[in-house]
């Protein structure tokens, strides 16, 4: 079975129809979703939705391009504080889509890992062209501590190896796919399995061969198969220890599955 460790079910176009969504991930073999929050505006409809469906869980936080309400770590903590928020975050640093903002994403950075460490919970980390910022960060707020998961990953082996050392689990998305990732490709055969989840991010980033369309959380399936191209290894392998890896971040999800 499979997990997508990071995907935006309120984001789908057709997102009232979760049954259709679900019973075809289901038919693919995925178990357990993580719907990852970009605001905290819609944190009931993501508690709405994670208490409906127990094989969905959802986090809160406050995405790098996010221009909403931005909330103090002591009352982010505060917003965490329910059961089927598992995690905080999307957090992090986008240098590459918003770049007039660095010094205030950066703080913004900083009081998500504050807010993980006051709700004990891990932090969902997206970082895109700002390697040396997001690690700097996530050591100096000693996010080691609560651990966590850098999503969408497409930086080098570098810095694979340094977030790596902070502890972190490195997630792929279907970018893995694309023809023209071969770096990204070697990057993850390095990565140690024990470390490695897989996600579709979608709405966003449809995996080969389905480029162009609007992403499913079924087609996590599709980053499963080709990271056990990559590696070397037989399907399974990758479904079990990428399906493991999320349950061991996330004990409280393993029996909803
Ligand atoms: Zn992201
Ligand atoms: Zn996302």
């Not at 409809?45 to 936080?61: D, F, N, Q, V």
């Not at 070397?232 to 409280?252: K, S």
Request: aromatic share 8%.
């Amino acid at each position: 079975m499979l997990v997508d460790s990071h995907c935006h079910f309120h984001l789908l176009e057709d997102h009232a129809d979760t049954d259709a969504a679900l019973a075809a991930a289901k038919t693919d073999g995925v178990e357990h979703f993580l719907n990852v929050a970009v605001d905290v505006e819609n944190r009931d409809a993501l508690i709405a939705l994670a208490e409906r469906y127990p094989e969905i869980s959802t986090s809160i936080g406050v995405h790098p391009s996010g221009t909403g309400e931005d909330p103090e770590p002591d009352v982010l903590a505060a917003l965490a504080d329910h059961p089927r928020i598992v995690a905080i975050g999307e957090s992090g640093l986008d240098y590459a889509y918003n770049q007039d903002q660095p010094a205030w994403q950066r703080e913004r950075f900083r009081r998500h890992v504050r807010a993980a460490h006051l709700a004990g919970k891990p932090i969902i980390v997206h970082t895109r062209a700002a390697p040396e910022d997001t690690v700097t960060i996530l050591r100096e707020e000693h996010a080691r501590e609560v651990g966590g998961i850098i999503h969408c990953f497409t930086e080098d082996w570098p810095t694979a190896r340094a977030l790596l050392d902070e502890g972190f689990y490195i997630s792929l998305s279907g970018i893995l796919t694309f023809r023209n990732a071969d770096a990204l490709r070697e990057t993850a055969a390095r990565i140690p399995l024990d470390r490695l989840l897989i996600e579709t991010d979608c709405p966003y980033l449809a995996p080969v061969p389905h480029r162009g369309k609007e992403n499913q959380p079924a087609w996590v399936r599709h980053v499963a198969e080709c990271l056990a191209e990559v590696r070397g290894v037989p399907f399974e392998t990758v479904a079990e220890a990428t399906t493991e890896n999320f349950y061991q971040l996330f004990p409280q999800t393993r029996a909803a599955a």
